[in-house]
């Protein structure tokens, strides 16, 4: 799923696209991944999040992405990463 260049503000919970493998949101104005926005997301493979405007991301956010295998966070705002985030 592509959403990049749309100047996107917030970013929901994508709980109908439980299937999803690939998401590419870079270049939109996210601030701000809510806690669970990807917590019905498992088979996640790549997300890029790059060129946003990202300010901190919570300990859960990433949580539950077990298939993870590249996460795109270059050229954000980030100034706060909680602990085990990446755990």
């Known amino acids: 799923l592509n959403v990049s260049k749309n100047q996107l503000?917030?970013?929901?919970?994508?709980?109908?696209?439980?299937?999803?493998?690939h998401l590419y949101m870079s270049e939109n104005q996210l601030k701000y991944l809510s806690r669970r926005v990807f917590s019905d997301s498992g088979k996640l493979e790549l997300i890029d999040?790059?060129?946003?405007?990202l300010e901190k991301i919570e300990s859960v956010t990433?949580?539950?992405?077990?298939?993870?295998?590249?996460?795109?966070?270059?050229?954000n705002r980030l100034r706060l990463i909680y602990q085990n985030t990446f755990q």
């Open 62 to 75: 990433f949580k539950d992405l077990k298939q993870l295998k590249e996460l795109r966070l270059g050229k």
């Open 49 to 53: 999040a790059s060129n946003n405007q």
């Open 9 to 21: 503000q917030i970013m929901f919970k994508l709980s109908a696209l439980s299937k999803l493998k």
